[in-house]
């Protein structure tokens, strides 16, 4: 089965940019999606086909996807992104959906 | 707007059975996939089942044969059977909808807020 690896954590200070990355055999063949989760909330959209935001996402959430890893790009760090992060593809071996292990971003 | 409401969790104890159900709005179920993802307390996000609007259903390897997905149309209503519980099952247990416009660029794009179950004896 495919196998999506994230880092545990990621911090960066305001204003900065935070870059989360996953891992993936080729998975820049694949479609992949972004979702912010935080606590106590169920997950939320926020990148998806590699590189599209739904509406009323902000710009400075980007993704790009080649090779081996994804990356989803925060530029511009706020307090209000602290959050878990998870990345997303579908396996069409198997029709079965595949997340990564999730990434905590803390603003410090 | 479209909306998914989750019901049915609670406590449970292992061997038994629970069945959830996701009342969905906006959209009508049986032109959908609509999937159940769940998270265990602590921990990442795991897939649990999908429903195609053709009826076809795939399962997690940790669910099948013990889970059964299923709708009913004349409700808009998305169901999960979820039989043999064991402590490892405990989980918030989400409905998601899956957009489907592209070949393999399938994604959730709207979720319900969840239902816990919690198996314990």
């Known amino acids: 089965s495919y196998v999506l690896t994230q880092p545990p954590s990621v911090s960066v200070a305001p204003g900065q940019t935070a870059r989360i990355t996953c891992g993936g055999n080729n998975i820049g063949s694949k479609s992949v999606h972004w979702y912010q989760q935080k606590p106590g909330q169920a997950p939320v959209l926020v990148v998806y086909d590699d590189n599209d935001r739904p509406s009323g996402i902000p710009e400075r959430l980007s993704g790009s996807n080649s090779g081996n890893t994804a990356t989803l790009t925060i530029s511009r760090v706020e307090a209000g992104d602290e959050a878990d992060y998870y990345c997303?593809?579908?396996?069409?071996?198997?029709?079965?959906?595949?997340f990564g292990g999730g990434t905590k971003l803390t603003v410090l | 707007e479209v909306q998914l409401v989750e019901t049915g969790g609670g406590l449970i104890q292992p061997g038994g059975s629970l069945r959830l159900s996701c009342a969905a709005s906006g959209f009508t179920v049986s032109s959908n996939y609509l999937s159940w993802v769940r998270q265990a307390p602590g921990k990442g996000l795991e897939w649990v089942s999908v429903?195609?609007?053709?009826?076809?259903?795939f399962y997690a390897d940790s669910v099948k044969g013990r889970f059964t997905i299923s709708r009913d149309n004349s409700k808009n209503t998305l169901y999960l059977q979820m039989n043999s519980l064991r402590a490892e099952d405990t989980a918030m247990y989400y409905c998601a909808r899956v957009s489907h416009s592209n070949y393999g660029r399938y994604y959730f794009d709207y979720w319900g807020q969840g239902t816990l179950v919690t198996v314990s004896s």
């Open positions: 429903i195609y609007s053709g009826g076809y259903t």
């Open positions: 997303q593809v579908w396996d069409s071996s198997n029709d079965h959906w595949v």
